[in-house]
């Protein structure tokens, strides 16, 4: 494994819990949108700590890498991002890892995207990589979030869904009483499923399910219930 | 290169500390990480099949692999995401019992272990065999979970978790070390966890 020593130039909140952080690398690695980056944390006396973050910005944007880290409160490197980086830390990081969770313009659509909070860290750098590239393959996102205060890139996402170039977008609360205009209601179940397969252009190609363990479970098995088979489903799931 | 700031939150006892292989952290819960959605395997569909290259050497139905000889083994294991898990208990059949049950030996030195979603990992046949690995069938004394390989794994914990293959339906014998899916992914071919062989060329 390659690391480099990069440095922290911009730290941006995204959400209650998310904030991105954006890292300056001495020599930038070309990756494929929904990649990941293992962040290694080294103590003074060696003991280290090391997790993976999928990569959020595009391939095509070459100045920095951003990843979006959620704070977990019981969490070892997470809280130390939230709570001790600053900006001109340098920090290493590994080269780009994971091979089965990507999408290249190449790959073409209609491609279902469907993220559970964090989870649309990998998506937010495939639709940004699909209007870089200037792809109009069809995309949709399905994004589930708690509530509106935990709604991550919203601002860009419904910029690049009104170009109506073929991305789209779907977002749902699960803890909202009263969601936004445009924003839908409740947990992905069945039913949604459903209706994102339907609003696609055509057979969906491959469907991405990234978030916790439980909502990738979920959300595959209404997915193979609504009939989609399963070798065209790639998950990610956030464990620890 | 020291971190800014960084002190890490070890904890736990010196003993505990020796058990964790290097970059490793202990986790009490048991995270799921796969690639695709959990396949639901019926147990009256479930087959397990010993391959020499392309060619079956023998098949097993649910009934036939339950009535081998089977062994309890408890184990740290290691995933590659750096957590770790003390004291798992595992129940299943060694591959060295499938093997008498077949009634052959190692035919080469490389196996290519297969599962029912098409995932496949690479372990030195020399690792699978004199009691290190099994195919297990229960975990804490209860049927293995789905999302966590059930109703079978490979468990090889010696190694990376990855290469104990959820849903696993087969071991096949190859004349040269074919890499899985993982290891054609960037990870390491042999996945040593005290070696810290995660990637190719760690």
């Given amino acids: 494994m390659r690391w480099q020593t990069a440095v922290v130039t911009e730290i941006v909140r995204r959400s209650r819990a998310v904030s991105s952080f954006f890292f300056r690398l001495p020599e930038f690695v070309p990756f494929a949108a929904g990649q990941h980056i293992i962040v290694r944390l080294t103590a003074p006396d060696g003991y280290r700590a090391q997790r993976s973050y999928s990569i959020a910005s595009a391939p095509e944007t070459t100045s920095h890498v951003e990843l979006a880290i959620e704070k977990l409160d019981d969490g070892e490197v997470s809280p130390f991002f939230h709570e001790v980086v600053e900006v001109g830390d340098e920090i290493e990081l590994s080269e780009p890892v994971g091979g089965h969770f990507i999408w290249r313009t190449q790959d073409g659509g209609p491609v279902l995207l469907i993220g559970g909070g964090s989870g649309i860290a990998p998506f937010v750098s495939m639709a940004r990589h699909r209007a870089l590239a200037g792809s109009t393959a069809p995309m949709l996102l399905l994004f589930s979030a708690r509530t509106r205060h935990d709604l991550l890139f919203a601002d860009e996402l419904a910029e690049l869904r009104d170009r109506q170039d073929g991305f789209d977008m779907i977002t749902t609360l699960t803890r909202e009483a009263s969601p936004p205009e445009g924003i839908s209601k409740g947990r992905i179940d069945a039913g949604t499923i459903a209706a994102a397969l339907a609003r696609l252009p055509g057979p969906v190609r491959r469907i991405y399910i990234c978030g916790s363990n439980p909502f990738v479970e979920n959300a595959a098995q209404h997915a193979i219930d609504a009939g989609v088979e399963p070798g065209l489903i790639a998950t990610e799931r956030y464990g620890v | ?202």
Avoid at chain 2, 39 to 45: N, W
Avoid at chain 2, 86 to 105: H, K, M, P, R, S
């Fill in chain 2, 1 to 202: 290169m020291a971190t800014r700031g960084f002190t890490g939150r070890r904890g736990g006892s010196e003993e505990t500390r020796e058990r964790l292989p290097p970059g490793q952290f202990l986790e009490s819960g048991f995270p799921v990480l796969s690639a695709g959605p959990t396949p639901r395997i019926q147990t009256d569909k479930w087959t397990f099949t010993l391959k020499d290259g392309v060619r079956p050497v023998k098949r097993w139905n649910w009934d036939e692999f339950n009535a081998l000889p089977q062994t309890k083994m408890t184990r740290d294991i290691h995933c590659v995401t750096t957590w770790s898990k003390f004291d798992t208990a595992w129940q299943g059949v060694l591959v060295d019992d499938i093997l008498a049950d077949a009634g052959i030996e190692p035919p080469t030195g490389f196996t290519l272990a297969h599962s029912f979603d098409g995932y496949t990992t690479n372990v030195p046949t020399a690792d699978l065999l004199g009691g290190k690995a099994m195919v297990a069938l229960r975990y804490e004394g209860k049927p293995i979970a789905p999302d966590h390989g059930g109703p079978a794994r490979l468990l090889v914990p010696h190694l990376y978790f990855w290469k104990s293959a959820k849903w696993v339906n087969g071991l096949q014998f190859t004349q040269k070390d074919e890499l899985g899916f993982w290891e054609l992914r960037g990870y390491h071919r042999y996945g040593d966890p005290w070696q810290e062989q995660r990637y190719t060329n760690d």
